[in-house]
T-cell receptor, first 113, second 114 residues
Framework: TQLLEQSPQFLSIQEGENLTVYCNSSSVFSSLQWYRQEPGEGPVLLVT?????EVKKLKRLTFQFGDARKDSSLHITAAQPGDTGLYLCAGFHNKAAGNKLTFGGGTRVLVKP | DARVTQTPRHKVTEMGQEVTMRCQPILGHNTVFWYRQTMMQGLELLAYFRNRAPLDDSGMPKDRFSAEMPDATLATLKIQPSEPRDSAVYFCASGWDRARDGYTFGSGTRLTVV
């Protein structure tokens, strides 16, 4: 079982629609990151959230970190075909356990023109 | 832009053969991770190094896998002997050991063991 559960696993929408991806855990993370991965490439960092309740915006992408630092969401407004990819959340465990980065299972997003 | 370089990009090998994957982390980064990605398991952490010292390799099958950093510009992941279930994409990532900064991933080595 994944330490970080992402939902949904797959999302197919039309260009211009909105979407939300969720990342949930029973563990508390010192910080959480979102990555996007395209075919044949490694994941690329989108954002890091550190403070419980934090909201970060990156153009049409909005990231939230839960108050208890156990969950996060990614919301995309007016999705475009260029947003297609595999979205991964990744949590950092606390320093005592080493700064290990653990990934969720990913959400595959397809935005159709 | 600084990049993490992985070689080879693709490797097809027969079961039982030794496989060595190489990674050149970004100059100056002090932390290196090795991950394996499959459709079924997603991204699994195999090993990570800080300042070239192995900190955690609990995710790695010890009997056949080994990871080393002979110097600051090279990390290696070896599988000996390889098995079909090792077929996956192997990623190396480097960064600073700070949660805020994120990590830079290479493009991966796609390994197929037949």
């Amino acid at each position: 079982t994944q330490l970080l559960e992402q939902s949904p696993q797959f999302l197919s929408i039309q260009e211009g629609e909105n979407l939300t991806v969720y990342c949930n855990s029973s563990s508390v993370f010192s910080s959480l990151q979102w990555y996007r991965q395209e075919p044949g490439e490694g994941p690329v960092l989108l954002v890091t959230v550190v403070t419980g309740g934090e909201v970060k915006k990156l153009k049409r992408l909005t990231f939230q970190f839960g108050d208890a630092r156990k969950d996060s969401s990614l919301h995309i407004t007016a999705a475009q075909p260029g947003d297609t990819g595999l979205y991964l959340c990744a949590g950092f465990h606390n320093k005592a356990a080493g700064n290990k980065l653990t990934f969720g299972g990913g959400t595959r997003v397809l935005v159709k023109p | 832009d600084a990049r993490v370089t992985q070689t080879p990009r693709h490797k097809v090998t027969e079961m039982g053969q030794e496989v060595t994957m190489r990674c050149q982390p970004i100059l100056g980064h002090n932390t290196v991770f090795w991950y394996r990605q499959t459709m079924m398991q997603g991204l699994e952490l195999l090993a990570y190094f800080r300042n070239r010292a192995p900190l955690d390799d609990s995710g790695m099958p010890k009997d056949r896998f080994s990871a080393e950093m002979p110097d600051a510009t090279l990390a290696t992941l070896k599988i000996q002997p390889s098995e079909p279930r090792d077929s996956a994409v192997y990623f190396c990532a480097s960064g600073w050991d700070r949660a805020r900064d994120g990590y830079t991933f290479g493009s991966g080595t796609r390994l197929t063991v037949v």
